[in-house]
């Protein structure tokens, strides 16, 4: 098991950008896929990106294709979700997730983060 700890979350108008990045404990964050979801109340949690082991291989839900880019620093053991192009239908909770394979069910994802609120205004 690995701790996970997202921040950069926060209040932004349409159109604007944010950076939420994850932070994760121990020697063997290269060993993991990691992957972003996000939860809007009243609505299940949702897959938004994930990357592989390398960074070689990403993998993004339709709705932010063109506006968000997932990418990893393995040396820094963290996670990084770039959003651009933010919309109000972005407003979720996001938590980063770490698991062994790159796929987008939550149910294959072991070790979760706390979540970071990102609020976006029309």
């Known amino acids: 098991q690995v701790q996970l700890g997202e921040s950069g979350g926060g209040l932004v108008q349409a159109g604007g950008s944010l950076r939420p990045s994850c932070a994760v404990s121990g020697r063997t964050f290269s060993s993991y896929v990691m992957g972003w979801f996000r939860q809007a109340p009243g609505k299940e949690r949702e897959f938004v990106a994930a990357?592989?082991?390398?960074?070689?291989?990403?993998d993004y839900t339709d709705s932010v294709k063109g506006r968000f880019t997932i990418s990893r620093d393995n040396a820094k053991n963290t996670v990084y979700l770039q959003m651009n192009s933010l919309k109000p239908d972005d407003t979720a909770v996001y938590y980063c997730a770490a698991g062994p394979f790159l796929v987008r069910s939550v149910w294959s994802y072991s070790s979760w983060g706390q979540g970071t609120q990102v609020t976006v205004s029309s």
């Open positions: 990357i592989s082991r390398s960074g070689q291989i990403t």
